[in-house]
């Protein structure tokens, strides 16, 4: 007996761990996929600053989304370059190399971080708005926030196959989706998202975010680090979000869904479509 999603086109999908098991109460077995699971270490220069519980795929982009959105490095125009290490196949290492004269202290890195699937581990302090507020610019209209559930849902590739994932898109003001991209950890998710833009010198300051997770207070401070100006989310955020959101000067929306939503700061950067 075989479940009723369909497999992948490609039986390799990094995303996706093929299982035999039993649905209880049926006769016979049954052949599924479940999300995958597995560790990445993140190195500067050699030194070990985070360990992260992720989803294989893009791990270029989730560790330069990670150091940048966490702080841990200030320009992105230090990095010379991203190598992935691992054996047999697995990448289980990215190592970010700085240029030499944008060399840093490894004091300054702090001490390595273990973030669990789905949870952030910051260091003590680390947590308070010391960043300024993002500028002005970019507005967007009800009706592209809204279809671009759809946009985002529509490129969950592991999510329609297994469930269990979560997923993070940046989009263009007028609705154009520049990448989606999926991750066991919704900060994950969000990270793989402004790494794909940073490396490819795409700007976020006239993009919007929008993920399927509880916009905590990290969703604010990883995208306003970066410019980002509007962030939405199909979840609600906390009340630390909405304060950080209100002070750095960014829109953010909770609950989109393609008929409604809720704008919790700075609405005046959403306009209504005419007709």
Known sequence: MKTGRKPPSEADVPGLFPWTGMRWGTPGPEEGFVVVEEPLEIRVDEHLVAVLMRTPGFERELAVGYCLGEGILSDAGAIESVELQGEGGTTCCAAIALHPSAAVDPQSLGQPRFVRSGCAANMPGSWGCDLPPVGDGTRVSDKVLRESVKSLAGAQGVYKVAGGIHAAGAFSADGTPVVVCEDIGRHNAVDKVLGYCILRGISLEDKFILGTGRASYEFVTKSARLGVRICASLSSPTSLSVQ?????????V??????????????????????
């Open 254 to 275: 909770g609950y989109l869904r393609p008929n409604r939503f809720v704008v919790y700061t700075h609405p005046w950067r959403l306009y209504q479509a005419a007709g």
């Open 244 to 252: 950080l959101a209100d002070v750095l000067n960014q829109t953010l």
